[in-house]
Structures are given as C-alpha cells and as structure tokens.
C-alpha cells in the first residue's frame, strides 16, 4: 500500500508524522463495522476511541485519509446517533473533491447533518452547489449524475438563502428533458416551500413540466404540485392549473401519477364545486375498471371527501368501501376501509349505520391499528339518537380491552358524550350510571375526568341530581374502590355530591357510615378532606329534618348513632397533621357537640331555641344551591369600594411565613379550597387575582393555588353579594335551549355559561384561514399565475405577464405557439407553452374572488 | 410526502435511517426507540400501518414490512397513498433484493453507502421520483461502474473499492 504524499508545509513534524501513521493504518468503515459486531458489549468504548480517531484522520491534509474518516462519521452520526456537527468544515472541503467517490461521500453526510439551525457554515456550500449543478452543461468530462448529488442536498439541507441563489441553476435542469428533470422537479418543490421569492424563476418551468413527455418527470411535477397545495398552504392559488392535471388525470397510465393527480382535485374542488362535474366521470371509470388497489382507494376517498353530491360516484365509493371492509384475508384492506368509512360521517351516515356491525367487531380485532379506526368510526357514528346504545357497547368493549385500548375507549367516550355541554346525552340518568360503570373498570384511569364530570352534571342538570345521588351512594359504600388510587378524585367528586345534595339521600346514616369507613385512611388529604366535610353536611341535614320531623328518615336512635358514630371515629384526627383535614374535623366535631344537646332536648322543643336556631341556620347554609360558575364571573365582579388592591400586604408575611412553612414541608401538595362561603375576607382577597400584587403571586406560587383553585367541582363558589348569584342571573331565553327542542323525549335542561368557548374556536379557525392568505408562498404563486405585476418580479417575469396581455385571445396565443414551434428552438417553444398555458388561464383581475373565471373555458 | 425511512433490526437497532425533514441525533434516536417499541409490540399477520402523530405530527403515519431479522419502515402524511407507500416498500425491498442477490441483514450492515444511493434514486426529498427497480438498479449500477473507473487511477484501501464495487 503506498502512503499518500504528506504535506510538509507549515505542520510540524509531529503531526505531518501522526497524520502518515494515520493514512498508513487507517480503519476502514468495514473494520469499524466488524469491531462493533465482533464485541457489541463493550459498543461504546469502540465507538469513543473510534470517534477520537476520526477526529484526528479527519484533519489529515490527505483526501483519502479524510473521506474514510468522514465515511465512519456518517456511518456512526447516522447509525449510533453521534452528532458529527465538528465535521462540517471539513465536510465542505470534500464537496469538491474530483473523485466522484468522495464526492459522493461528502454529499451524502452532507445531506444527513446539514441543517441551517445547526450548521453556520452552510452558506459556504453555495459556490459548490452552483459548480456542481450547472456541471452537466459546462463540462461533458464529468460524470453525468453529479448534479443529482447537489440537488438531494438541497432538498434536504437548504435554507433560504440557498434556496434563492441556487433556483436559476434549476431552471435548466426543470426545463430539459433528462434523467435528471423528474429529480430537479423534486427539488424544485422544496426549494419552493422554503423560499417563496425564487416562486417567478421556478414556477413556470414547474409548470410546463406537467406536460413534459416523460412520465417520470410528470409524476413528479404532479406530486410537487400536491405537496404545494397540501394543508397548511392554501390551494386556491392552484385553481387555474385544473386543466392542466385534469389533462394528466386522463392521459396518465401511471397510478402514482393519477393518485397524486386526484390529492389535488380532492384540495380544488371544495374551491371550485363546478370542477367536481368534470372529475367525476374518470374517476367513476377508475372505480369500475381498475385493477389497482391503491389507485381504487384514492377513488373513493376524493368521492367521500369532496364529491358526495354526485350519487352515482358515491354509490361506487360505498360499495367499494364495503369491499374492502369485508376483505377478511388482508387487514391492511379493513384499515383502509374502517378509515374511508370514517371520512362518510357526518353526511352518510346510514351508510355507517349499514356497517355497524362490522365496525363493532372490529372493536376486538387483534391489530391495534384497526381498533383505533373502528373507535373512531364509531365516535363518529354517535348521534343522540343512538349514543346509548354506542356508548354501552364501547364502555363493554373498554371492560374487555387491554389497559391502553381500554383508556382510549372511555377516552374518546367522556370527550364526545361531554362535548358541547354533553349535546349527545338525552338520558343524564343513564349516563352518570355509565360514568360510574367506566370508574369500576379495572385499568381505568381516566379518573380526573369522571369526576370532573360527575360534579359538572350535579351542577348544570338539575333533574339528574337523585340518580346522581343514586350513583354516588354505590360508590362510596364500595370499600373495594378505596384501594384503587386512580378513583380518589372519583371517590372525592362522589362523596361532595352525596353532601351536596343529601336531601336526595334514602338513608343519611348509611352515608354516613360510608364515608367514615376504615378504609378512609387510605385516601389523600385532598380527598378525605371533602368526606369530612360532606358528613358535616349530612349531619346538618339530618339534625335539621329531625328537628322539623319531615320525614320519618331520622329518629332519635339514628341521630344518637350518627352522633357517637362521627365522635368516634372522627375524634383522633383532630390530631391529624394534615392541616385539610384537621381543620375540617375540628368543624365537624365543634357541630357534633353542638347539636349533641338536642338529644337530650327532643321532648321539648321550644326549651333551647338557640339551638334549634343554629342548625337551621346551617342548614340554610348548605342548603343554597349551587351552579356552574363562569369562567368570567371573576371579572364581572366588582371591587368593593373601600378595598385597596395596592395596599402593601408584606405584613401578612410575618404571621404566615411561621406555620406555612411548617405546612408546606410537611404536606407540599396542600390544596387551600374556599372553605367559608361567608368569610367576607375571602371575598375581598379574592380580586386581587387582579392586582399584580407580588407577594401574594410568590405565596400562590409556593403553594401551587390559592383561594380559586382552577377545578373548583370540590369547592364551593362563594355565593356572597359581590358574585353574580350563576342560576339565576342565567337568562332561561338561553340560545341553545331552542337546538334541543326537538329531541321527544324530554331532555333536562342543562345549564350553560360560557360559550364562549365555540367563539374562540372559530375566531382561531379564521386567524388560520387568514394566515393561509398571507402565505408568503400562496401569494407569490397567485401572483404568477394571475399575471398580477407584483413589485419584486424579475425580468424574465415582467416579460411572460406582457406577453400574456397580448395573446388574450385565443387564436393569436395558437398562432404565436405554432410560429414558435415551427422554428424549432428549445427554448422558443418553452416560451411558447408558457404563453399558451397562460391564455388558457387569463385573469382580468387580481382579486381572488374572481379567480373562479379564470377556468371558466375548460368548466363549461 | 415521505417524512422518513428507516430499517429497524428486530432487535431494535437502526440500519438505515433516512429522514426528509431535518432531525437532530438525539430526535432520531427518540424516533428509533419509538418506531421500534411501536411494531415490536405488533402481532404477526395484522395490518401494515401503525398511527405516528406523536413523533412526525399530525395525519402522519407508518408503514412497514416484517422481513426475517427487520423492519422496512416508511414514514408518511396526508398527501401519499397507503397502498402505494405499502408498493414502494415492495419495490424497495425488490431492489434490495436485485441488488444482493437474496437482500439478508448483513448486506444491510455492511452497504451503508450503497443502500444511500438506492434509496436516493427512489426518493427525493420525500418525492418519489422511480418506482421501477431495475430502472433503480440501472441509475445505481452506473454510478458504480463511474466511481470504479475512477478509483482505479487512484489507491482506494481495498475494503472500500470492493465495497463500491459490489
């Protein structure tokens, strides 16, 4: 093996040395290869001393030296994820290279790790780009698919600089029918997208490749032009080339031509519905006639999105989608079949319904995949009129499906039934049964939800609040469920409803029992802090309902039980040191001792009024009713006049800072809920939210939340003076009251406060419809198609939009394009279909809303 | 468009790996492990297609073969066919194939640069630009012979020509 000339130069002894030892006994990237396979345990120490190695070959004055070191980069930057960002200079220097090898070598690690986030150096690369693409027609010498090489990085690697200096290079390339002109179309797709401004050099040699002579270049122009038009980019401005590909949908013998063609169509149509007329007939004939499956598929997705108008196609469509769902032997045809079948809601849904029980058995298919679609499909098949018979099924299925499949079954059931303030559910009463039947499945961790559901019901449906109480009862009185950390906040929303509305409760003393189980214990703070609390009001409940004697639920033996019952098992956690539930239980116990003399008073009533008179007070208390708050009622509240927000409240610090410390090291998850709904002070804290008040944002921020906790469905919202009273400032002339009238069954009314939650949906939506427009890419392609003079275009453009002024009609532009033909030059005759093609798509005006003329000729 | 195309080992490590939107090592190296755990948990004879709208974005998907010791796995969105991604992987797979007389893992390992000129001469950017393996296999062999003559001239360590040569 000869060793490669080292150069002497300025390199000092030692490294010219080092750097023939390195070329003489270099490893290869098979030797690499081999070491790592021969001892794959010991993979990263081989990997670290061959990387050192390589950062040492790699600055070798010798090329060949280098290029096996940058060879071994790539390979372990690519394979084993090392970045190989420190070689980048030397990348560039091999980019030149006169060996087509270690070209090739440099382009592709080049095109692997190149990134304009990541490597600075990549402006460097221009000059060699330009070489090497604009090689074919300087040099015949050189090797005939080097401008390949520069063009994948380019596609890969560019920026917009790149992209912009280097697009006149590409013109040639587009415009020359080669091998290379399908890869150019390619590239040129990319270098688009990222640099709109090179739109007036590129597009129209884009363009005139769709009616190239060789396929492979129309296939790729096509698939250029669906990638352009894919979403997010708005397709409207590739509306005056429908003629253009609807001459490549009946022409092409290719099916990845004419799947790519009809992607554009299916983005067209909605724009322009008159189009649909004209694609439906081939695309009917692809239906029948092809043999290709792929192509058949791409049919019926471009019938079900945009042509379901056009019943004869959809016709086809539905029995091909029915085809393919009964194709037993392939599930990849199942797939693709629940999928199209999903695309047909909401518009055909008895087609869907035809398919029901193909879709519900696909629910068990062993392929994950397929699961996934028929969930889907079965979402979208849930109306009103039949979610309860959906919804048992999926909630059945989820109790037979694996933890992750399950989830993803009560995942999609909770969002769409609670969707639009649970717009599907007519029978509440069923459903907070099916919410506590999913709580019970096993795997079940949709927890959070549930519960925040439960209480969302209670508070906005009225009539559903017994059965609610129903459910909840079955759920607390469960002591299998206390061990099951997933349905805490479950367990949590359940025992808030029951003290809720308590009045709804068959047996107080049971509840009672219920939420003082032993097993209690093992729920957290948070949790235990609400079951406390719903036993003081349950205890209230029940001391005022025997005092007033309505009802025989509660006797004397019953209250006594009830009373001893809490004093005992609640007694020994007033030394709790959790301050949630201590608090609590000193509430409880003060109440417990409280009424405990009633007993004793029962014969005679009148004798200590004070008594009588504080339960009934409590009562009332408890028993104001609740509703949902508005996610505004915080700023429909006004400051009270004598509270000043700018008051310095640093002196608070001084008697917190002591025992939250304490608190917060013993119990950093400690949630402060709004405890006392008639606290004035809480309610003159309460706006300061408002106020940037520093000292109270540190102190919420030490403490997670403060005051309003943000799912407040265990809390009380304090229903003082100075809040908006939710139920009955709620106008019952409500808008939405009207949508449900025609449901026969009578539905309970739900109560609704912000919906305002649609309004920012769609005020979003159309912020994206506008970004769209303002497409940098969009607008400088309608301004080249629409011949609009724009400022910034080149020379080359200004001239094409003047010679479409002139060949307005249409004879002229045919005789200027057959007198250019006749001579027979190249690039006469590019010119010449430019000019045709922008005849047959004139634009008398700039605005968009005229764009619809501007196919008027190939519509008619 | 193609977003990307990886060869897994069924042991889970990566033998090509190609992404036509940039990556940095360490999101490929997340994208491996997730492709993998993804399809090593897939039964045999299922459907070819798997959801990846968390790791490529949304309306993304995979495609893959099962072949022996790997997995040919395309990445695609919205704007390619399913059936047609599942052909190209079949033409791919095909000029393999073509290319090793009877593709194994070890021709995979030890042809990192030839199975980067395969693939560049299918794909462009996540443009499909040749559908036709032996076409393909034309494109590639020519390179080939190119480089070859060229190294001649010159002193190439005999791992590498042999390598080019194949």
Redesign the interface.
């Known amino acids: 093996?000869?060793s490669?000339p080292p150069l002497p130069s300025s390199t000092s002894v030692l490294s010219s040395a080092s750097s023939l030892a390195d070329s003489l006994f270099?490893r290869?990237?098979?030797?690499l290869?081999k070491s790592l396979?021969s001892d794959p345990s010991s993979e990263p120490s081989i990997i670290s001393r061959s990387l050192s190695e390589i950062r040492r070959e790699i600055r070798s004055a010798d090329p060949?030296t280098k290029s096996?070191a940058l060879?071994k980069l790539?390979?372990l930057?690519?394979?084993h994820?090392?970045?190989m960002s420190f070689a980048a200079f030397h990348t560039l220097e091999l980019l030149p290279s006169p060996?087509?090898?270690t070209k090739?070598?440099a382009y592709?690690a080049a095109s692997?790790s190149f990134?304009p986030?990541?490597t600075d150096l990549l402006p460097l690369a221009t000059h060699q780009l330009h070489k090497d693409l604009t090689s074919l027609s300087t040099s015949s010498s050189s090797?005939?698919?080097l401008p390949?090489l520069p063009?994948?990085l380019?596609?890969?690697?560019s920026s917009p600089d790149l992209s912009s200096h280097l697009a006149p290079d590409l013109v040639p390339l587009l415009s020359r029918p080669s091998?290379l002109q399908?890869?150019a179309?390619?590239?040129t797709?990319?270098v688009l997208s990222l640099c709109p401004s090179t739109v007036p050099v590129l597009f129209k040699p884009l363009v005139d490749c769709l009616s190239s002579d060789n396929p492979?270049t129309v296939?790729?122009a096509v698939?250029?032009f669906?990638?352009l038009s894919?979403?997010p980019n708005d397709p409207a401005p590739y509306l005056p080339l429908a003629p253009e590909i609807y001459r490549v949908l009946v022409n092409s013998r290719s099916?990845?031509t004419l799947?790519?063609a009809l992607?554009i169509f299916s983005r067209l149509v909605p724009l322009e519905p008159r189009l649909g007329t004209r694609i439906v007939e081939p695309i009917c004939k692809f239906l029948r006639e092809s043999q290709a499956?792929?192509l058949v598929?791409?049919c019926i997705k471009t019938v079900v999105s945009c042509l379901s108008t056009h019943t004869e196609a959809m016709r086809l469509a539905i029995d091909k989608i029915k085809e393919l769902l009964s194709s037993d032997d392939d599930?990849?045809l199942?797939?693709?079949g629940l999928q199209t079948l999903g695309m047909l809601a909401p518009g055909h849904l008895w087609a869907l319904e035809e398919s029901r029980e193909v879709v519900a058995q696909s629910l068990t298919?062993?392929?994950?995949?397929?699961c996934?679609e028929a969930l889907r499909v079965m979402m979208a098949m849930t109306l009103q009129a039949n979610s309860i018979e959906s919804c048992t099924l999926l909630v059945r299925q989820a109790a037979k499906s694996d933890p992750e499949f399950a989830n993803e079954i009560l995942d999609s059931v909770l969002t769409s039934c609670s969707k639009d303030f649970y717009e599907l559910v007519v029978d509440f009463d069923w459903y907070v049964s099916l919410l506590s039947e999913m709580a019970r499945i096993v795997h079940c961790t949709k927890g959070d939800e549930i519960s925040r559901q439960l209480v969302d019901i209670g508070l906005r449906v009225r009539d559903v609040r017994p059965e609610l109480v129903r459910v909840a009862r079955e759920l607390l009185i469960d002591p299998s469920l206390l061990g099951n950390h997933f349905l805490y906040n479950v367990l949590s929303a359940a025992a808030w409803i029951s003290g809720e509305y308590v009045e709804f409760s068959k047996d107080p003393m049971e509840l009672v029992e219920a939420l003082l189980q032993p097993r209690t214990s093992l729920l957290p703070t948070s949790a235990r802090a609400v079951y406390i609390q719903s036993v003081l009001k349950v205890l209230t409940f029940s001391c005022n309902s025997y005092i007033n004697e309505s009802g025989s639920l509660v006797n004397d033996s019953v209250i006594a039980r009830m009373l001893s019952l809490i004093e005992m098992t609640v007694g020994p956690l007033t030394e709790s040191e959790e301050a949630e539930v201590e608090d609590r239980v000193r509430n409880l116990l003060g109440v417990v001792r409280l009424v405990a003399n009633i007993k004793d008073l029962s014969g005679d009533k009148g004798k200590d009024g004070m008594i009588y008179e504080v339960v009934r007070v409590m009562d009332d208390l408890f028993s104001d009713e609740m509703g949902p708050v508005s996610a505004n009622a915080q700023k429909k509240a006004s400051v009270p006049e004598d509270l000043d927000l700018k008051e310095n409240l640093a002196d608070l610090s001084e008697f917190i800072s002591g025992d939250d410390a304490a608190m917060s090291r013993s119990n950093p998850s400690i949630l402060f809920y709004p405890q006392s709904r008639n606290s004035s002070e809480e309610v003159e804290v309460g706006p300061t939210r408002v106020a940037e008040s520093t000292s109270l944002e540190e102190h919420r921020k030490r403490h997670g939340l403060y005051y309003l906790s943000a799912d407040k469905e265990t809390t009380e919202p304090e229903l003082t003076e100075d809040y908006p009273r939710v139920n009955e400032t709620l106008p019952p002339s409500n808008g939405d009251t009207a949508r449900r009238v025609k449901v026969t069954k009578p539905r309970p009314t739900v109560v609704k406060l912000d919906e305002g939650e649609d309004l920012t949906a769609s005020s979003s939506r159309s912020t994206k419809v506008e970004a769209a427009k303002d497409d940098p890419l969009s607008g400088a392609i309608k301004d080249v198609l629409l011949g609009r003079e724009g400022k910034g275009a080149s020379s080359d453009f200004d001239a094409s939009s003047s010679s479409q002024g002139k060949g307005k009609d249409k004879v002229k532009g045919k005789e200027i394009k057959s007198k250019k033909s006749e001579e027979g030059e190249s690039k006469d005759r590019h010119k010449g279909r430019r000019k045709h093609k922008h005849r047959k798509e004139p634009a008398p005006s700039v605005s968009v809303a005229q764009e619809t003329p501007v196919i008027q000729d190939f519509l008619l | 468009?193609i977003r990307a195309v990886m060869v897994i080992s069924t042991q889970g490590?990566?033998?090509?790996?190609?992404f036509?939107e940039?990556q940095?090592?360490?999101k490929?190296?997340e994208i491996v492990r997730y492709v993998y755990g993804a399809l090593s948990g897939?039964?045999d004879?299922?459907?070819?297609?798997?959801?990846a709208d968390s790791v490529f974005g949304q309306g993304t998907r995979l495609v893959y073969k099962h072949m022996a010791t790997l997995y040919i796995v395309f990445a695609f969105?919205?704007?390619e066919?399913?059936?047609?991604m599942?052909?190209l992987i079949q033409v791919f797979v095909q000029t393999l194939d073509k290319c090793f007389k009877n593709v194994c893992e070890l021709d995979i390992?030890?042809n990192?640069?030839k199975l980067?000129?395969i693939l560049?001469e299918m794909i462009?950017?996540?443009?499909?630009?040749?559908?036709n393996s032996d076409q393909i296999l034309n494109?590639v062999d020519?390179?080939a012979r190119?480089?070859k003559s060229?190294?001649t001239t010159?002193?190439?360590?005999k791992?590498?020509s042999a390598?080019?040569g194949r």
């Not at chain 1, 298919?365 to 397929?370: C, E, K, T, V």
């Not at chain 2, 010159?154 to 360590?157: E, K």
């Open positions: 093996m000869a490669p270099q290869s990237l098979d030797d290869i396979r060949l096996i060879q790539t390979y930057s690519s394979l994820f090392h970045s060996s087509p090898q090739r070598l592709l692997l990134h986030s990541t090797f005939p698919f390949s063009l994948h380019l596609s890969l690697a091998p399908p890869k179309v390619a590239a797709y990319r492979l296939s790729a698939g250029a669906c990638e894919a979403p099916n990845w799947i790519k992607k499956k792929s598929l791409e599930p990849n199942r797939y693709l298919d062993p392929d994950r995949s397929i996934h | 468009m490590k990566p033998r090509l790996l190609k036509y940039f940095p090592p360490e490929q190296q897939r039964p004879h299922v459907s070819n297609f798997v959801d969105d919205s704007s066919n399913e059936l047609a599942l052909d390992i030890f990192f640069n980067h000129t560049d462009l950017g996540g443009q499909v630009i040749e559908t494109h020519d390179v190119i480089e060229s190294s010159s002193l190439v360590p791992s590498i390598r080019f």
